[in-house]
């Protein structure tokens, strides 16, 4: 069975169940034929002999028919068209009178039946149907009529039956076999097609679908629900070869600069504060190199759906403080003040350093497009369940054919004066990949007046 193709697996299984149900109704129709057939005999010979029993009269102690020409009819002399045949016996079997079509036989009587019988007996080698009825006269026991009929007939119509039915069983199945591998074949060529196409796809060739079937059956789900899977597939091969080419553009970068710098350094001898200038330079780089490694780790880690979440209750608004703290000398390095007012603790129940990713990208992107001397305000409030969390700045903003696109990896919006902000251009995507974690809404837009606001609708 293991070695069958579908096809031949679908129509062995059926010609299985088929054939079972064929050979029942074989079987059943063999019974119901048979019973009918010996049923209409006995009906038959019932009639006769009712008949017949009915002619019959006592005449001084002998059994005689009342009208002599019931010997004389066709069934009683001829033994080729449904012969009848009748005997008539006295009490111990003797006989007194028989049809002529009885020749030399004589029919048997059976001692210690009483009343009306009817039984296969044999004659001449033959099967009879036989009725025995005793005759009374009055009380006494004048003798018995035996009417018979011979079985060769009925016996011939139920074994041409049973040949029939024994030629054309197997017949009938092997057609039944080639009609639901036929039906079968037909009913798979979808499935024969997917194989097909599933055949001709690879990495390279994604595009490739396959056909939907025109009836809207279970086929059609299956060949829908493929060409949703490729697509998917497609879509991660493409942002896995993106993803690729934009992380080793990134990676590069930092390790060529280093490399420059040092092999600029090894030119020619340097004073200890070119040296240490450089030296500086390249642990910056190396640092912005660890950075970025960090977010590609943490957005390999949210692509393979591996990121695990471990809620607990704490203080949003200590969170918040440690984070500017952390960003201290960067904020005063640009003499940023920052204006927030936490003096009301917030519970909330979430995954705290999950969410401390959030917040720092957010507040480390209001710090880089912060100007010099400008204000970052930071707030937090609470209304049905839900904390509000809003980061501003004073800074450039986002341009309006940009704002579409903050998203995306390796973005990194335009600066005034520059080609693209600094940054790997990973914050943001991370950011929205963690609120999405976290069942966090994230809104940035533009201020009114001027700069950038990022809002956090966190569930408590």
Same mark, same amino acid.
């Given at each position: ?86 005997? !008539?016996?006295? &009490? ?5 009178? /028989?049809? =002529?079509?009885? #020749?030399? +036989?004589?029919? *048997? %009587? ?90 001709? !796809?690879?990495? &390279? ?5 396959? /056909?939907? =079937?025109?009836? #809207?059956? +279970?086929?059609? *789900? %299956?060949?829908e629900t493929i060409n949703n899977l ?49 030296i500086g330079y390249c642990i910056n ?176």
């Amino acid at each position: 069975m293991r070695n069958l193709s579908f096809t031949n697996r679908i129509a062995f299984y059926f010609i299985l169940s088929t054939g079972f149900l064929v050979f029942l109704i074989f079987i059943a129709t063999y019974q119901i034929v048979s019973t009918t057939v010996n049923n209409r005999v006995d009906q038959n010979l019932r009639a006769e002999a009712t008949h017949h029993f009915s002619e019959l009269i006592a005449d001084h102690g002998k059994l005689v028919f009342r009208d002599l020409d019931e010997w004389r009819e066709k069934e009683h002399n001829d033994l080729n068209v449904n012969p009848i045949l009748v005997q !008539i016996v006295d &009490e111990f079997g003797n006989l007194i009178e /028989k049809s =002529p079509n009885l #020749k030399k +036989e004589q029919m *048997q %009587l059976k001692k210690g039946l009483t009343g009306y019988q009817i039984y296969n007996e044999s004659l001449n080698s033959e099967l009879v149907r036989q009725v025995q009825i005793p005759f009374y006269d009055g009380k006494l026991l004048e003798g018995y009529l035996l009417v018979a009929t011979p079985l060769e007939a009925a016996k011939m119509v139920i074994q041409n039956l049973k040949d029939v039915m024994i030629l054309t069983y197997p017949i009938a199945l092997l057609i039944l076999f080639f009609l639901a591998k036929f039906i079968a074949s037909r009913s798979i060529q979808p499935v024969t097609e997917i194989i097909h196409t599933a055949e001709t !796809i690879n990495k &390279e060739n994604l595009s490739s679908r396959v /056909k939907l =079937p025109s009836n #809207k059956d +279970e086929l059609y *789900q %299956l060949s829908e629900t493929i060409n949703n899977l490729l697509g998917r597939i497609e879509n991660a091969v493409i942002r896995e070869k993106q993803f690729t080419s934009d992380a080793s553009h990134e990676l590069r970068t930092p390790l060529s600069i280093i490399k420059g710098t040092l092999e600029v350094l090894l030119r020619k001898s340097r004073t200890e504060e070119e040296y240490k200038d450089k030296i500086g330079y390249c642990i910056n780089e190396t640092n912005r190199l660890n950075d970025l490694l960090d977010q590609l780790l943490l957005l390999a880690r949210q692509e393979s759906n591996s990121l695990n979440t471990h809620p607990s209750n704490f203080d949003i608004n200590s969170l918040l403080l440690d984070i500017i703290n952390r960003y201290s000398i960067r904020i005063c390095g640009k003499y940023i003040q920052v204006s927030f007012d936490f003096s009301k603790e917030i519970l909330i129940h979430s995954d705290s350093n999950l969410l401390s990713i959030i917040l720092s990208n957010l507040l480390s992107n209001a710090i880089k497009f912060s100007p010099e001397n400008s204000k970052i305000t930071i707030s937090v409030s609470e209304k049905n369940q839900v904390v509000t969390c809003k980061i501003s700045d004073e800074g450039i903003g986002i341009a309006e054919n940009e704002i579409n696109k903050i998203y995306e990896k390796f973005y990194r919006a335009s600066l005034s004066g520059q080609t693209v902000a600094e940054g790997s251009g990973l914050g943001l995507s991370i950011t929205k990949r963690l609120c999405d974690t976290l069942n966090i809404q994230l809104d940035i837009k533009n201020n009114e007046k001027k700069g950038t606001e990022a809002v956090l609708q966190i569930p408590k």
